[in-house]
């Protein structure tokens, strides 16, 4: 408790990690910080008593990078892309089905568009489509990714939303003032200033080679430079 880490839900066919880029909340190119939506994922799904026996273990991802998948949400069993519509509204695309083990798959998207506050609604709908039709008789075809393949993205898609369509304004929806709450968990510290040494910086990258590749490799900008 102490350093706010615990063990609950590390293993059984639960629902597990809900992960995201290692860059977040500083990288140049994120939508917004994915954290507070992991983190609220992670209350909602914490003793969960509807997803405590699935079928089989469970995993989700988080990535706001517009450009980059470090979050690697594809091959998650639930993968959500933070993205904007064309109205600048903040939403996730879904994909559902991924993995990797012995038998890989890519998960394929299931929604383009999931607005902000239908986040969890929507998660419990694809929960309860795998609990109820996910097999449970061979521990190795009982992945949701299995389900997937066997009923088509668009079949599995269209049970999703079916079942949402029941649920879609229940309690469970996230409110404004929820994910306000969430967001203010993640504060940015106290930045202290340095001094400007980019030409410092380009001189020794040019001079030495190996500092520059390690440069290339280990170094990303951040958002507050």
Known sequence: AEVEMHANQTSGNCIRNTTTDQF??????????????CEIIRQWSTFHPEFAFLPRKFKVAVNASEHTDRAAIQVHDIGLQMVRNEQGELGFRVHVGGGLGRTPMVGPVIRDFLPELDLLTYLEAVLRVYN?????????????????????????AAKVEDEWSHIKDSPTRLTRDAIDQFKGYFTEPDYQQVPDVADTLATQRFENREFDQWISHNVDTHKNP
């Not at 977040?24 to 507070?36: A, C, L, Y």
């Not at 521990?139 to 088509?152: E, Q, Y």
């Open 24 to 37: 977040s909340g500083v990288q140049e190119d994120e939508i917004t910080d994915p954290r507070p939506y």
């Open 132 to 156: 109820r039709y996910g097999r449970r008789d061979n521990k190795f075809k009982a992945r949701i990714k299995i389900l997937v393949k066997a009923l088509t993205p668009e079949g599995f």
